[in-house]
């Protein structure tokens, strides 16, 4: 911090300091809804968002996926190796699965940058789990799973277990504890894809991010 | 009993001046009536039960107002978090200040080109021109910022930049600013040539800025919520993020974020959730892939500190931007940002903008308000807007002193002050104290009220568009004595 | 938030006796308004008290910004109606300045626990008549199509949204028909007409034309400011809609005037 800043934090601080205290209010109670079918409402709010939804299992869902993505005449697939949805991709590949060509997020952005911004046509993510309120999905990037994984290509596939669910965002703070954790050094809500309505409040997808978003729903159990 | 004005020889025009040239332009209104109608209706339909409003809203509200209560106290948490993250924190006095800082940063890492998530601080700090003159080439990537950054006009919304534009003005203006770009009508296509030209433009930039919804102090976390992707991009793309907010953005804990974030998408587009929550807590660790080697964030005053000198103007700082009360102002739609002449339009603006530029540049704007109450209805932290805007009214007549300082309350305080003004407040107050008084002028008026000539100074203005009131030739006060009812007060 | 709100009945029990504070308005304007008002409140079985020393709630000079002296003229009222009575308005707006203004108006100020107490006691006349007498209306007049305005401080700040309408339906023979957009500001604002006579005037003219896509010939409120503008604004423009204080209106059709 130069010193002028540091100038500005004492006469800031100093201000403040200096004004009239004034009582805190204790927060009134909140009890933010709850739902008896999380799925339900998770569903319908996701695709109220725009994302598509598929019910999946742990074994079949790259077979599903690559079914999923037959017509669309992808150039390629995305993923994170050393992660386990990318490694059940890469071998489902390996085992004859008709996926798009894989690429792997493995190197810094530096290096793969116009891949990912010109050539890369979809990417694959987990998720920490999800919001049933809301329809939003929760991503904490990691260093194998990077963060614009889930931005730059056009299509977005998250893979979300089902038994992650949360009823609101406030839940999912509290019982993944996000506070005592730690933050990560990025952590994302998303719901739905890209979207704007900035030119006369007519919605259009994938203004900057994914103009897709497919959620592959692994339903427990199965 | 407007005010004279006389003593504002070189100030811009005011705001009366100003209405007709919007009020003028039906395309305008049109735009700005349609808009706003819909955004009420979004609105509304996210706050169908009106006992889990209340309650929302008053815990969002507390949560801020705590959040002021300690407002030094959390800033220091919020740094020392931050740093312990490894993001670099920074303090500015003025705009003057933070945009040095800004430029300071952006030459240290030699960067040429930057891209911009929105950010109504940096609007306010006039960031962008600030660089150009600097050789550093700015560039606004949310799609309404971008639109009006072609048109080199400034936002007249806080949420909607752009919301005063329709299709035809942004197709021919894509056509005649992006090369090879045809005139459509399709929404799809023009979003589409954005994106194509401002990829480009995120792919090359050297560093990204954004602004700040909430900062956490607790773990040191920037959150900001979008729904294009831009902001995400702005600081996730390039080696290098800066993000600048007012000082009033801190909260104290991980847990103030869910209710407010709930009220702030609800009030501002009638969303549930925006697209993105963004939450930053600090640079590219070692082994992660991509992310800003180094994160910045600009802590901005401009007048926000004296602002919080006076318990209840300190209720502006509450504000979370989500422009419900531009949204649901009748005057605001009728009119449009730019006719405010502001960074901050609409209700919020004609409170904030006063407090922060001075009542001397900014004095009419309190009174561009019939004090209708539909912005203090729907605002999701209950600032009290029309109880502020009597306050400043006051304050540009009759200042009041903050005794630390002997400083006017609010800057230029008294800057609308008129000796004709008050002499009729005196007169009114003689008369309307005096009960004899008072049924000898009424009576008077009565009498001879409807004589008053229609060029007197008040009845000009008001025949201007209405029938002239007419006096009744006996008051209430006869008539109720005539009628029978009673003058006997109990003692 | 959905406009039907509905009132909050706190019932108090049935006075025998009542303040009547005309306003200064409809004391030089309108004072047949303020006179049928207090006929509705005699026909309800209550003793209407009128204290000749009443003038004005203090809200033209507290909206300026003049704080002393609308608390000079405020004070004024407070010794005016003294005791424990309540206090019935006919108009929103001056109710709303006293009910939820003056306790604010004089903080720190020796007179505040009595401009509290005043406070309390003040209510807005429709809402009186239903929620306090619990009035019952006979129609006695020829049908006819009306629509209401409420003003903005009876919806905001007194929360009076229901109370009118369910007076209007209790007449037989009158059709009620709302306005899509009743809940925006007129563009009186009392300087704010003169000060920003051309957003004002924008303002009035939408209501006006939104009043007549009701197409109701008649506009009935309970603020004599917004029935001064509306209706002003219609007689200008050489626009037929009758703008009436629904008092007088009641009064009429139900006592003959
Ligand atoms: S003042 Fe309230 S309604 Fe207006 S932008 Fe701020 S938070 Fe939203």
């Given at each position: 911090?130069?010193?002028?800043?540091?100038?500005?934090?004492?006469?800031?601080?100093?201000?403040l300091?200096?004004a009239?205290?004034?009582?805190?209010?204790?927060?009134?109670p909140w009890?933010?809804?709850t739902y008896?079918?999380?799925?339900?409402?998770?569903?319908q709010?996701?695709?109220?968002?725009?994302?598509?939804?598929?019910?999946?299992?742990a074994?079949?869902?790259?077979?599903?996926?690559a079914t999923l993505?037959?017509?669309?005449?992808l150039?390629?697939?995305?993923?994170?190796?050393?992660?386990?949805?990318?490694?059940?991709?890469?071998?489902?590949?390996?085992?004859?699965?008709?996926?798009?060509?894989?690429?792997?997020?493995d190197?810094?952005?530096e290096?793969?940058?116009?891949?990912?911004?010109?050539q890369?046509d979809?990417?694959?993510?987990?998720?920490?789990?999800?919001?049933?309120e809301?329809?939003t999905?929760?991503?904490w990037?990691t260093a194998?799973?990077p963060?614009?994984?889930?931005?730059?290509?056009?299509?977005?596939i998250?893979?979300?277990e089902?038994?992650?669910?949360?009823?609101?965002?406030?839940?999912a703070?509290?019982?993944?504890?996000?506070?005592a954790a730690?933050?990560p050094?990025n952590?994302l809500?998303?719901?739905?894809p890209?979207?704007t309505s900035d030119?006369e409040?007519?919605l259009?997808?994938?203004?900057?991010?994914?103009?897709?978003?497919i959620?592959?729903?692994?339903?427990?159990g199965? | 009993?407007?005010?004279d004005?006389?003593?504002h020889?070189?100030?811009?025009?005011r705001?009366?001046?100003?209405?007709?040239d919007?009020?003028?332009?039906?395309?305008?209104?049109?735009?700005?009536?349609?808009?706003?109608?819909g955004?009420?209706?979004?609105?509304?339909?996210?706050?169908p039960d009106?006992a889990?409003?209340?309650?929302?809203r008053a815990?969002?509200?507390?949560?801020?107002a705590?959040?002021?209560?300690?407002?030094?106290?959390?800033?220091?948490?919020?740094?020392?978090?931050?740093?312990?993250?490894?993001?670099?924190?920074?303090?500015?006095?003025?705009?003057e200040?933070?945009?040095?800082i800004?430029?300071?940063?952006?030459?240290?890492?030699?960067a040429?080109?930057?891209i911009?998530?929105?950010?109504?601080?940096s609007?306010?700090?006039?960031?962008?021109?600030?660089?150009?003159r600097?050789?550093?080439?700015?560039?606004?990537?949310?799609?309404g910022?971008y639109?009006?950054?072609?048109?080199?006009?400034?936002p007249?919304?806080i949420?909607?930049?752009?919301i005063?534009?329709?299709?035809?003005?942004?197709?021919?203006l894509?056509?005649?600013?992006?090369?090879d770009q045809?005139?459509?009508?399709?929404?799809?296509?023009?979003?589409?040539?954005?994106?194509?030209?401002?990829r480009?433009?995120?792919?090359?930039?050297?560093?990204?800025?954004?602004g700040?919804?909430?900062?956490?102090?607790?773990?040191?976390?920037?959150?900001?919520i979008e729904n294009?992707?831009?902001g995400?991009?702005?600081?996730?793309?390039?080696?290098l993020?800066?993000a600048?907010?007012?000082?009033?953005?801190v909260?104290?804990?991980?847990?103030?974020?869910?209710?407010?974030?709930?009220?702030l998408?609800?009030?501002?587009?009638?969303?549930?959730?925006?697209?993105?929550v963004?939450?930053i807590?600090?640079?590219?660790?070692?082994?992660?892939?991509?992310?800003?080697?180094a994160?910045?964030?600009?802590?901005?005053?401009a007048?926000?500190?004296?602002?919080?000198?006076?318990?209840?103007?300190?209720d502006t700082?509450?504000?979370i931007?989500?422009?419900?009360?531009?949204?649901?102002?009748?005057?605001?739609?009728?009119?449009?940002?730019h006719t405010?002449n502001?960074?901050?339009?609409?209700?919020?603006?004609?409170?904030?903008?006063?407090?922060?530029?001075?009542?001397?540049?900014?004095?009419?704007q309190?009174?561009?308000?019939?004090?209708?109450?539909?912005?203090?209805?729907?605002?999701?932290?209950?600032?009290?807007?029309p109880?502020l805007?009597?306050?400043l009214?006051?304050?540009a007549?009759?200042?009041?002193?903050?005794?630390?300082t002997?400083?006017?309350?609010?800057?230029?305080?008294?800057?609308?002050r008129?000796w004709?003004?008050?002499l009729v407040?005196?007169?009114?107050?003689?008369?309307?104290?005096?009960?004899?008084?008072y049924r000898?002028?009424?009576?008077?008026?009565?009498?001879?009220?409807?004589?008053?000539?229609?060029?007197?100074?008040?009845m000009r203005?008001?025949?201007k568009?209405?029938?002239?009131?007419?006096?009744?030739?006996?008051?209430?006060?006869?008539?109720?004595?005539?009628?029978?009812?009673l003058?006997?007060v109990?003692? | 938030?959905?406009?039907a709100?509905?009132?909050?009945v706190?019932?108090?029990?049935?006075?025998d006796t009542?303040?009547f504070?005309g306003?200064?308005?409809?004391?030089m304007l309108?004072p047949e308004?303020?006179?049928?008002?207090?006929?509705?409140?005699?026909?309800?079985?209550?003793?209407?008290?009128f204290?000749e020393?009443?003038?004005?709630?203090?809200?033209p000079a507290?909206?300026?910004g003049?704080?002393?002296?609308?608390?000079a003229?405020?004070?004024?009222?407070?010794?005016?109606?003294?005791?424990?009575i309540p206090?019935v308005?006919?108009s929103g707006?001056c109710?709303?300045?006293?009910?939820t203004?003056?306790p604010?108006?004089?903080?720190?100020?020796?007179?505040?626990?009595r401009?509290?107490?005043?406070?309390?006691?003040?209510?807005?006349?429709t809402a009186?008549?239903?929620?306090?007498?619990?009035v019952?209306?006979?129609?006695?007049g020829?049908?006819?199509t009306?629509?209401?305005?409420?003003?903005c401080?009876?919806?905001?700040?007194?929360?009076?949204?229901?109370?009118?309408?369910?007076?209007?339906?209790?007449?037989?023979?009158?059709?009620?028909?709302?306005?899509?957009r009743?809940?925006e500001c007129?563009g009186?604002g009392g300087t704010f007409?003169?000060?920003?006579?051309?957003?004002?005037t924008a303002?009035?003219?939408d209501?006006?034309a939104?009043?007549r896509?009701?197409?109701?010939?008649?506009?009935?409120s309970?603020?004599?400011?917004?029935l001064?503008?509306?209706?002003?604004?219609a007689?200008?423009?050489?626009?037929?809609?009758?703008?009436?204080?629904?008092?007088?209106?009641?009064m009429?059709r139900?006592?003959?005037?």
């Amino acid at each position: 911090m130069s010193t002028a800043s540091n100038t500005a934090r004492a006469n800031i601080l100093g201000r403040l300091k200096a004004a009239p205290g004034r009582p805190g209010p204790d927060l009134p109670p909140w009890t933010p809804p709850t739902y008896a079918d999380k799925l339900a409402r998770f569903r319908q709010m996701a695709e109220a968002n725009h994302a598509e939804i598929h019910d999946v299992t742990a074994s079949n869902w790259p077979q599903r996926l690559a079914t999923l993505l037959n017509n669309r005449g992808l150039r390629n697939l995305m993923i994170a190796p050393g992660t386990p949805r990318g490694d059940a991709l890469v071998q489902a590949a390996a085992q004859g699965v008709p996926l798009p060509p894989l690429v792997p997020y493995d190197q810094s952005v530096e290096a793969l940058k116009d891949a990912l911004v010109h050539q890369v046509d979809a990417g694959l993510t987990g998720t920490r789990g999800a919001i049933a309120e809301t329809g939003t999905l929760i991503l904490w990037p990691t260093a194998q799973e990077p963060r614009l994984l889930s931005l730059l290509p056009p299509l977005h596939i998250a893979v979300l277990e089902e038994d992650t669910l949360h009823d609101t965002l406030a839940a999912a703070v509290r019982d993944q504890g996000w506070a005592a954790a730690g933050m990560p050094t990025n952590a994302l809500l998303i719901s739905g894809p890209s979207k704007t309505s900035d030119i006369e409040q007519t919605l259009a997808y994938g203004v900057h991010g994914p103009k897709e978003l497919i959620i592959l729903l692994v339903k427990k159990g199965e | 009993m407007a005010a004279d004005g006389g003593h504002h020889p070189e100030h811009a025009p005011r705001f009366a001046e100003r209405a007709p040239d919007a009020l003028n332009n039906p395309q305008l209104r049109r735009n700005f009536r349609r808009a706003m109608d819909g955004l009420m209706a979004k609105r509304a339909a996210q706050f169908p039960d009106p006992a889990y409003w209340a309650e929302l809203r008053a815990r969002g509200a507390a949560v801020k107002a705590r959040a002021l209560a300690k407002l030094p106290d959390l800033l220091e948490r919020l740094e020392t978090n931050l740093t312990a993250n490894g993001v670099q924190v920074h303090w500015a006095e003025t705009t003057e200040e933070a945009n040095a800082i800004v430029l300071g940063i952006l030459q240290q890492a030699g960067a040429r080109t930057v891209i911009k998530g929105k950010s109504m601080v940096s609007e306010e700090m006039h960031l962008n021109a600030h660089l150009e003159r600097h050789g550093i080439t700015a560039v606004e990537s949310d799609l309404g910022e971008y639109i009006i950054q072609l048109a080199g006009e400034t936002p007249s919304h806080i949420v909607m930049p752009c919301i005063h534009k329709n299709k035809a003005e942004i197709s021919d203006l894509f056509a005649e600013k992006i090369p090879d770009q045809p005139r459509t009508d399709d929404v799809d296509e023009l979003t589409a040539a954005a994106r194509r030209v401002l990829r480009e433009r995120f792919a090359n930039a050297d560093a990204g800025i954004s602004g700040v919804n909430f900062a956490v102090a607790e773990t040191g976390t920037l959150v900001l919520i979008e729904n294009e992707g831009n902001g995400r991009l702005s600081t996730t793309l390039p080696p290098l993020h800066i993000a600048v907010t007012g000082i009033e953005k801190v909260v104290e804990f991980l847990d103030d974020v869910p209710p407010l974030l709930a009220l702030l998408t609800r009030s501002a587009t009638g969303q549930p959730i925006t697209t993105y929550v963004n939450m930053i807590s600090g640079p590219r660790k070692a082994g992660e892939k991509d992310g800003p080697t180094a994160v910045h964030l600009v802590l901005l005053d401009a007048g926000r500190s004296r602002v919080y000198q006076d318990v209840e103007l300190a209720d502006t700082l509450r504000c979370i931007r989500c422009a419900a009360c531009m949204n649901h102002c009748p005057v605001y739609t009728r009119v449009g940002g730019h006719t405010y002449n502001a960074i901050y339009p609409g209700p919020i603006g004609k409170i904030l903008t006063p407090q922060l530029q001075g009542l001397d540049a900014a004095g009419d704007q309190p009174h561009a308000s019939t004090l209708c109450n539909a912005c203090a209805e729907v605002c999701p932290v209950k600032i009290p807007i029309p109880d502020l805007l009597v306050r400043l009214r006051r304050e540009a007549v009759r200042p009041t002193e903050t005794p630390a300082t002997h400083l006017p309350v609010v800057k230029d305080g008294g800057a609308e002050r008129s000796w004709k003004e008050s002499l009729v407040w005196a007169g009114w107050r003689l008369v309307y104290t005096r009960p004899l008084l008072y049924r000898m002028v009424t009576r008077a008026l009565a009498w001879g009220g409807n004589w008053v000539p229609a060029s007197a100074p008040l009845m000009r203005d008001w025949t201007k568009a209405r029938a002239r009131p007419r006096f009744k030739p006996r008051t209430l006060h006869d008539l109720a004595r005539e009628r029978g009812y009673l003058n006997e007060v109990p003692k | 938030m959905t406009a039907a709100t509905p009132p909050t009945v706190t019932a108090p029990a049935k006075p025998d006796t009542v303040y009547f504070f005309g306003t200064c308005l409809v004391d030089m304007l309108y004072p047949e308004a303020g006179l049928a008002g207090m006929d509705l409140l005699r026909h309800a079985g209550v003793r209407v008290i009128f204290p000749e020393g009443q003038s004005c709630c203090g809200q033209p000079a507290r909206n300026s910004g003049y704080m002393e002296e609308a608390r000079a003229v405020a004070r004024a009222q407070l010794d005016a109606f003294p005791g424990d009575i309540p206090i019935v308005v006919p108009s929103g707006s001056c109710a709303g300045m006293m009910k939820t203004h003056y306790p604010h108006l004089f903080e720190g100020d020796p007179d505040q626990p009595r401009a509290i107490a005043f406070a309390a006691r003040v209510h807005e006349l429709t809402a009186f008549l239903v929620n306090v007498l619990g009035v019952t209306l006979e129609d006695k007049g020829a049908p006819v199509t009306v629509t209401w305005h409420p003003s903005c401080h009876s919806l905001r700040e007194m929360g009076v949204v229901e109370e009118p309408k369910a007076l209007l339906r209790q007449l037989a023979n009158v059709t009620l028909v709302e306005n899509k957009r009743e809940r925006e500001c007129c563009g009186f604002g009392g300087t704010f007409a003169v000060r920003q006579a051309a957003v004002s005037t924008a303002m009035v003219s939408d209501k006006l034309a939104s009043v007549r896509e009701t197409g109701a010939g008649t506009l009935l409120s309970g603020d004599c400011g917004c029935l001064m503008n509306i209706g002003g604004h219609a007689e200008k423009v050489g626009d037929g809609t009758r703008c009436r204080h629904i008092a007088e209106f009641l009064m009429e059709r139900c006592h003959g005037g």
